[in-house]
């Protein structure tokens, strides 16, 4: 696992999602967060890049631990991509930039969500800070994988149950590296991991739940949305703790978003999302 990769946030630290005026309402209605499957996120190389990352790692270190080594490595990595599916949630430490405002946002018609981090990883997610550097993605994956073959040499059972499930931790964890094109997004990736299991003469989805603000959680339903007439994965998840907890902050109203604060701090209120700072965007952009 990518140790240095996981999130661990400061005590009054938000986090920021970007929406649109239409899942603005539905996260603020619904109190639930969307995580949808990756492959399906604004960058089409996505996991695709992590997966490069392991690759270029792999060979730099060929010579030192051996192919067959990595070989297991890679065994590992494939069969954890056909028994589960990583659906996502993703945040920015930063609540108004405007490149942000035009990808995830409408075009700065939309909203910037702030959420106190230390509740929304509450939920049964593996948060994990996103890394972009390349040069440095490839050192901390080498470090890793370095570690691995250096516990493995001392074990008398090798490639035995600890191992996979090292490596099989590594191969979700690669999504928290991205292209450095997308490094002014400063972005925090809630992760979940979906099972695959048989049914019928084939495989369906299924969410194993885990553990939520201390607890013990079952699973939720395993939804699905229409893209380019294809379906694509996502869960919903309570970030209220059923009703505890409001984790919701601060509201950023967009930088073409002609809405009045009042207004949103009025429907913020009424569906009983209370004491919310809102305010408007700075970015200029007309």
């Not at 089409?44 to 392991?54: C, L, Q, T």
Request: with cysteine; glycine share 8%; charged share 25%.
């Amino acid at each position: 696992m990518l140790i240095n990769r996981v999130y661990e946030p400061k005590d009054e630290e938000v986090l920021y999602h970007y929406c649109d005026a239409s899942a603005f309402l539905a996260i603020c209605t619904s109190k639930k967060m969307r995580f949808s499957d990756l492959f399906s996120m604004n960058d089409f190389m996505e996991m695709h890049w992590g997966y490069s990352i392991w690759e270029a790692a792999a060979t730099e270190l060929l010579g030192v631990v051996g192919k067959g080594f990595l070989d297991k490595i890679d065994e590992v990595i494939h069969w954890a991509g056909i028994h589960g599916l990583l659906v996502a949630s993703c945040y920015s430490l930063d609540g108004d930039v405007l490149s942000q405002w035009r990808a995830y946002a409408d075009d700065g018609q939309g909203y910037a969500i702030g959420f106190k981090a230390k509740d929304l990883i509450g939920l049964p997610v593996r948060p994990l800070r996103v890394l972009y550097n390349r040069e440095e993605q490839i050192k901390e994956l080498k470090a890793l994988i370095l570690a691995i073959h250096e516990v493995e040499q001392a074990e008398e059972t090798k490639f035995g149950s600890d191992f996979k499930t090292a490596c099989g931790v590594l191969s979700f964890d690669l999504a928290a590296y991205k292209n450095p094109a997308f490094v002014e997004e400063r972005e925090i990736r809630l992760t979940h991991l979906l099972n695959f299991k048989n049914s019928n003469e084939f495989l369906k989805l299924v969410d194993a739940g885990g553990q939520a603000f201390g607890k013990r959680s079952k699973g939720t339903s395993v939804l699905f949305r229409m893209r380019d007439n294809a379906p694509v994965t996502f869960i919903e998840q309570d970030f209220t703790n059923k009703g505890k907890i409001n984790p919701i902050r601060e509201v950023i109203i967009g930088p073409k978003n002609n809405v009045l604060p009042t207004a949103i701090s009025v429907f913020l209120e009424t569906v009983g999302i209370g004491s919310v700072n809102v305010k408007r965007s700075e970015a200029s952009y007309r």
